[in-house]
């Protein structure tokens, strides 16, 4: 059950965008498998995707295609993965079927995948799949294809929002799937954000890439990076004012914070909806001489087991988040600098347990569906938060049978 959070509603269409979805029978089941996106030519393209060396044969198209993309194509159920050549060439015929459907280059086509790994693609299935998903692209496909990238997730996940440039109102639409298999590096999930803005082809990685070091980089259910996951975002430049060609821009910033507004909202419904999650958690860490301090800290508490379980538990066990920070790669970490609060209580200081708190105290915090995790290193002024969840009987269930 996640936690928190609800399936999306009343997404806005973004001008230049059309999508659909259909059922492919990847996973044998009656429900869409399977999201088609078009974009008006013109529209600007950019993405980070996973740093796994085991990279699928779709993200190996995707990213030699950004610059020249006017297509995604996302099937759900099978990650063509660890396919060698043959899932290239899997990959390549899907992109060949869109190609001819939407009467552009091959090379116009981003192919994406997600599911079961090590298994080849279905491609008649999908190809078939795609006949019906061109005919009915329309603008306001954005739900049904949050629901047909869907795979072990349990909540249908997207927002819009919308922000000022030059008086003109600009549209942002985004949706994403995840739930396991993730930890940021660049980010383990989908996710899809358009917008309406103007922008060059370097001002959107830019964009894309500065949204996700503060969204999508900063969340980790599980530790374990993907080989499939990319977030990629779109600039159609159907509004009307001036065109954002860089981070000197004036507008840079404006449409930035919006972007990320989108992009941490997605981010954190992937926590919420972790697998077996029971709890969200927001952990900050200040007082360190870097971010890669204060980082190195957050997610050595986030991805400790003994951590997790004990936050399942309700457990206050102080000293499992001892032993974690004090494990962290920190040179130079003092425990007799360090502070650790629960929400607002504190539970140590000076390397000792503060002298006023109690397990009751501690425990009621972690009885909350929802708290933060404060750690205060002394050591300097950076700060870094991030987000996470407990980890319960149920993600054992729900992984030991992934493929039942």
């Not at 991805?303 to 379980?309: G, H, I, M």
């Not at 970490?333 to 501690?362: C, H, I």
Request: hydrophobic letters at 45%; one cysteine or more; aromatic letters at 6%.
């Amino acid at each position: 059950m996640a936690v928190n959070l609800h399936d999306a509603a009343d997404l806005r269409a973004v001008p230049g965008v059309r999508i659909a979805s259909a059922p492919a029978g990847i996973k044998q089941n009656l429900r869409d498998d399977l999201a088609l996106f078009e974009f008006c030519p013109g529209t600007q393209i950019a993405g980070v995707y996973t740093q796994s060396h085991f990279a699928a044969a779709p993200v190996q198209l995707a990213r030699q295609r950004q610059s020249t993309s006017r297509s995604w194509v996302v099937n759900s159920g099978n990650a063509n993965a660890a396919t060698g050549a043959p899932g290239l060439e899997d990959a390549h015929a899907v992109c060949r079927q869109v190609a001819r459907l939407l009467d552009i280059s091959e090379v116009q086509v981003q192919p994406f995948s997600t599911g079961v790994i090590g298994e080849r693609l279905p491609v008649a299935q999908i190809n078939g799949a795609l006949e019906k998903a061109a005919a009915g692209l329309n603008e306001d496909g954005w739900l049904s294809a949050a629901r047909a990238i869907m795979t072990t997730d349990t909540v249908v996940k997207g927002y819009s929002l919308q922000c000022e440039l030059d008086g003109e109102t600009i549209t942002l639409t985004g949706i994403a799937k995840g739930s396991g298999m993730i930890k940021p590096d660049m980010a383990t999930m989908l996710a899809y954000v358009a917008c309406d803005a103007h922008v060059t082809y370097e001002a959107a990685q830019h964009l894309v890439s500065d949204a996700a070091m503060q969204s999508f980089n900063r969340i980790t259910v599980d530790g374990d990076t993907s080989t499939n996951d990319c977030f990629m975002f779109a600039a159609t430049g159907c509004a009307d004012h001036q065109v954002i060609n860089g981070r000197e821009h004036p507008n840079y910033f404006v449409l930035l914070r919006a972007l990320i507004e989108l992009s941490r909202l997605l981010a954190q419904a992937i926590v919420r909806d972790g697998e077996g999650a029971t709890k969200f958690v927001t952990i900050c860490v200040r007082g360190g001489r870097s971010s890669d301090d204060c980082l190195s800290v957050a997610y050595t508490i986030a991805e400790s087991p003994l951590v997790k379980t004990a936050l399942f538990a309700g457990d206050a066990n102080w000293g499992r988040f001892c032993m974690a920070i004090g494990r962290a790669p920190v040179p130079g970490l003092n425990p007799d600098k360090v502070q650790l609060f629960l929400d607002d209580v504190q539970v140590a200081e000076g390397g000792l347990m503060a002298s006023d708190y109690t397990d009751a105290r501690g425990s009621a915090v972690l009885a909350q569906d929802e708290f933060v995790i404060t750690i205060d290193l002394g050591l300097g002024v950076s700060s870094e938060t991030l987000w996470t969840t407990d980890l319960s009987y149920e993600y054992v269930r729900i992984n030991a049978e992934y493929r039942s």
